[in-house]
């Protein structure tokens, strides 16, 4: 039985930065449903919190944030955490990231976060 769940990285570990930094994106022509997990794990330093905004795009260029009801339009992180959000991109959407952007001093914060879904076609 072929496997048909992938895992794409977002963001690879990194300290982050006062300024809005975006992610990887992720084609959704191939992603089942549009649907999609954002496996986050942040480690507060001296930041106060992480904020987490998330975007969708119709053309791979131009991203908006997301607003529907079900899809957190931000999300903000205040303690050293591992969480999942789970994400039903609305239609009409064909890409989907997620950006960072990290509050006070800038010293040992790190976040990384990976993408998972199943293919087109998986059962």
Not at 7 to 33: F, M, N
Not at 61 to 71: A, E, K, L, V
Not at 85 to 108: E, I
Request: net charge neutral; aromatic share 10%.
């Amino acid at each position: 039985m072929a496997d048909y769940s992938r895992a794409q990285s977002g963001r690879a570990s990194a300290v982050l930065t006062t300024g809005e930094v975006a992610g990887a994106a992720v084609d959704l022509h191939r992603v089942k449903d549009k649907l999609i997990t954002v496996d986050v794990s942040f480690t507060i330093g001296m930041l106060t919190n992480v904020i987490l905004y998330f975007y969708g795009s119709m053309d791979g260029t131009t991203y908006d944030i997301i607003r529907d009801g079900i899809i957190p339009v931000t999300e903000t992180l205040t303690a050293s955490t591992e969480t999942l959000y789970v994400v039903q991109c609305p239609p009409g959407v064909k890409f989907f990231r997620v950006s960072a952007k990290g509050t006070g001093t800038v010293t040992s914060s790190l976040l990384d976060y990976t993408y998972r879904y199943d293919r087109i076609g998986s059962p």
